[in-house]
């Protein structure tokens, strides 16, 4: 995949697209805007020609760079000043990007009807564009790989990356907390890349296209911080005091792609459809949480490696986790939830290892879903781990497991508990109790010892423990366990003390 070691092209449109807007705005103003917020971070925005007639700025070689070094180049610039105060901003028909350092090359963006328009919005800039395709077309190499040392010959990789239908607006508004924003709507996004490594004889084409995407990213940068400025975990812990905070929220519909790789090692190919998702996250000085959902995926995938193809389906996923960042005298929210419905896989990749049909066939199912309150200081324990201190120890408080099950196989598993912790002795001491039921586990290892993946010792060993920790339920080959916790670290299984 792309590479790209000029890393300045992201920051530089982020300041560049920024400033104190007038009630008015000119084309003069934003150009020179642009030019001012480049010099802070050491950029230099100009233009072999410029020429202002009658409220339209015409721009001629643009360059976007840090100084003396290559960078983003756009033929030529149109800047129309509009009777509403905002200023339309058209784009020419080149726009380039020289690369610098190991990876060689070049970047460009093919457009169809690109056009921005900036506006005065909360005391800021807005930025609304639309287009109907965006292509970002790279053709670059970078050094390979070499387990010997001598040279490797370079890596080649060039692809296409689209955007169809594309809408949104990006804003920059001053405050206390300076705020930037990101709404972009597609109506597609796929890409079409290639990667040619000789040192790995290894050869590699990927497609993808996925319909509907829709993203919004909001950053809050409190005034004492300058973009790129934090260098350490106590600049970040002191951002975050201060008000640093990240959220984002996303969501896409059907995908489709392939891949085909020809390998000395692996030759493969695979193909992969999946249903719609979307996701969102959050990051400030109170909780980090992530969550990400999607309706379900097929994959298939095959090669003369493998006796037989391999296909994959899964209906819905979900995944979630949520903690506190900074340790207060309050304990915050944790929580995690993973599920996984319906995974199955074909009747030729079971028969690779049950030929007879021993086990069931019957798709699997995982649910997690974990929570409770702890005390944690994330930002500490990075300075810790940076340092080779002593990492603050999270302080849990609670812990629920409302749900922890697992079917497979015809098999399954289901837990359930709470606990409560002391934490006055230094260390967590949990008090509580969990419950726990297993079904079809002796069938499960008949199974496993028919299809000869479990010897009848192996066996023995496994049906001695579930003797010895669970206790035979109301239904046929069903094993029940209590698990508690009590005050002095007493551990006990059905009323049997362990520890």
Known sequence: MFRMTSCFVAPAFVVLMGGTAHAALTADQVWQSWKDAAATVGLEVTAATENSDGGVLTLNGVSIAPTGTPGITISDMVLTEASDGSVVIEPGADIGLDLAGETKGSAKVVHEGLVLTAREAEGGVAYDFTADKLDVVYDTTYPGMTFDGSAAPDVASKGTVTLADVSGTYSDTPGTNRTFGLD??????????????????????????????????????????????????????????????????????????????????????????????????????????????????????????????????????????????????????????????????????????????????????????????????????????????????????????????????????????????????????????????????????????????????????????????MSPGAAPDELTSKIEAKPGFEIYVNGQRIQ
Do not use: C
Not at 433 to 455: K, Q, R, S, Y
């Open 184 to 469: 972009i709507a597609a109506g597609m996004m796929g890409y079409d890349t290639s990667l040619d490594d000789p040192s790995l004889s290894l050869k590699q084409q990927t497609k993808s296209e996925t319909a509907d995407i829709s993203v919004s990213f909001d950053l809050a940068l409190p005034s004492s911080m300058q973009l790129g400025s934090m260098e350490s975990a106590t600049d970040f812990g002191t951002a975050l005091q201060e008000g640093l905070s990240v959220s984002f929220a996303s969501t896409q519909g059907a995908t489709s792609g392939s891949m085909n790789q020809e390998s000395d090692v692996m030759p493969m190919s695979f193909t992969i459809a999946a249903g719609g998702g979307e996701s969102s996250g959050v990051l400030n000085k109170d909780a980090f949480s992530i969550k990400s959902t999607g309706t379900g995926m097929e994959i298939e995938t095959s090669s003369a490696m493998m006796p037989a193809p391999i296909k994959v389906t899964s209906g819905p996923i979900e995944f979630a986790m949520t903690s506190p960042v900074i340790a207060t005298d309050v304990a915050g929210d944790f929580g995690l939830v993973m599920k996984l419905s319906q995974f199955s896989v074909n009747e030729e990749a079971w028969a690779m290892f049950d030929p007879t049909g021993a086990l069931p066939r019957d798709a699997a199912d995982l649910a997690i879903d974990i929570s409770g309150k702890t005390k944690m200081d994330i930002p500490a324990m990075i300075e810790a781990n940076e340092t080779g201190g002593m990492p603050p120890t999270p302080a849990p408080e609670s812990l629920n497991i409302t749900e922890m099950t697992l079917k497979v196989a015809g098999a399954a598993l289901a837990g359930t508990g709470a606990f409560t912790f002391d934490n006055s002795m230094g260390v967590p001491m949990p008090i509580g109790e969990a419950n726990v039921t297993v079904t079809g586990a002796n069938a499960l290892i008949d199974g496993l010892i028919a299809t000869g993946l479990v010897t009848q010792e192996d066996a023995m060993g496994a049906r001695m423990m579930m003797g010895a920790f």
